[in-house]
């Protein structure tokens, strides 16, 4: 069980983690979960440290390099790299079309790049590309012809250029000070610059079914749950203007994290019936399915299959539908007309 932090205020506004309305009481991975009553934001009640977190992230980039999913020679497609272009299409389409067609020179950072994938269909676009990545993940996104950098964007720091892109997908949810850092990636946009947020939405109808054994909410690493109403709030806190909220649920995000969640649970009960009837039940053990490997190839295969069904799903249910797994948001420098 990795060394826990409590959190004492609540990351949207700072009001005494204490004073928060229970949701969830402390389950078997030592987090529970809390809704603040002043901003409406869901936080954990504690979380790993950094040094535990760091660790785990080394410990996953080692173990990827190992099952084949390292960089290959830059101008050479990596595997997983089809589905950050498909991602990219969305982000494109709720643009309006101002991503898929750069300027000369534009530029685009990814904050949290990993091994670089979407910086690669970033490439393809025509942006010179960047990215921020503290773990070893770092050494696959900069072999494949990316600069790498490590910055504390939760800090003051400055990297002395703006960008006319960032991403920043899958990483608010991780950081203790979110307004923080969403300040840093205003005071990083060139004008007329284009950021996409995506997190998980706390209001995912699948959540509400599993309670804290929802694979998504990654407890002990996830510090922040964010709905649309809160992740608008910080955007506002952070002076960005909200270009785009979208929410439509996918087959995806319907299915997979349900049976992630699925499979926990069995093998928790499992290591519980061996190890005797106090024994906690384990939280993540399924999380290596999406990794390499030849199983990690087979899950990317069907969920290419299933992501034929998306349209469907966003035709007959809204691009604002509240209960979809992620939310994406496209914002801009305050001066830029919002249309949420």
């Known amino acids: 069980m990795p060394a826990l932090v409590a959190t004492q205020r609540c990351p949207l506004c700072e009001r005494d983690a204490a004073l928060a309305r229970e949701l969830y009481p402390i389950g078997p991975a030592g987090v529970g979960i809390g809704r603040c009553e002043r901003c409406g934001l869901a936080f954990a009640t504690s979380g790993a440290t950094a040094a535990e977190l760091g660790a785990e992230y080394d410990a996953r980039a080692a173990r990827d390099r190992g099952e ?55 490439r393809e676009l025509g942006y010179r590309t960047e990215g921020i990545e503290r773990s070893p993940a770092a050494a696959d996104a900069s072999a494949a012809g990316h600069r790498i950098r490590r910055a504390d964007i939760e800090g003051a720091s400055d990297l002395g250029v703006r960008f006319d892109l960032i991403t920043m997908t899958h990483v608010l949810e991780h950081l203790r000070r979110p307004v923080a850092a969403l300040e840093w990636v205003r005071r990083h946009l060139a004008p007329g610059g284009l950021a996409v947020v995506e997190v998980p939405n706390f209001d995912d109808l699948a959540r509400e079914r599993w309670g804290l054994a929802y694979r998504p909410l990654e407890l002990g690493d996830h ?15 952070a002076s960005l203007a909200t270009l785009e909220l979208w929410s439509a649920p996918q087959a995806g995000s319907l299915l997979f994290p349900s049976l992630l969640s699925g499979l926990d649970l069995g093998l928790g009960l499992l290591r519980r019936a061996r190890g005797g009837r106090d024994a906690p039940a384990p939280v993540g053990d399924a999380s290596r399915v999406r990794g390499g490997g030849r199983l990690g190839r087979l899950t990317e295969r069907l969920l290419d299959g299933l ?32 249309t949420v």
Request: proline share 6%; net charge positive; with cysteine.
């Open 68 to 122: 084949g999913t390292a960089a290959s020679a830059v101008g050479r497609a990596r595997p997983g790299v089809a589905r950050k272009r498909a991602r990219l299409r969305l982000y494109d389409r709720l643009s309006h079309g101002r991503i898929r067609s750069p300027h000369p020179g534009s530029r685009a950072l990814d904050i949290g790049c990993n091994t670089g994938l979407l910086l690669d269909a970033l």
């Open 307 to 338: 992501d034929r069904v998306d349209p469907a799903l966003e035709g007959v249910f809204g691009a604002e539908c509240p209960w979809g797994a992620n939310l994406v948001a496209l914002v801009g420098l305050e001066d830029a007309p919002s």
């Open 223 to 237: 510090l922040s749950f964010f709905d649309r109403r809160t992740l608008l709030r910080a955007l506002e806190r």
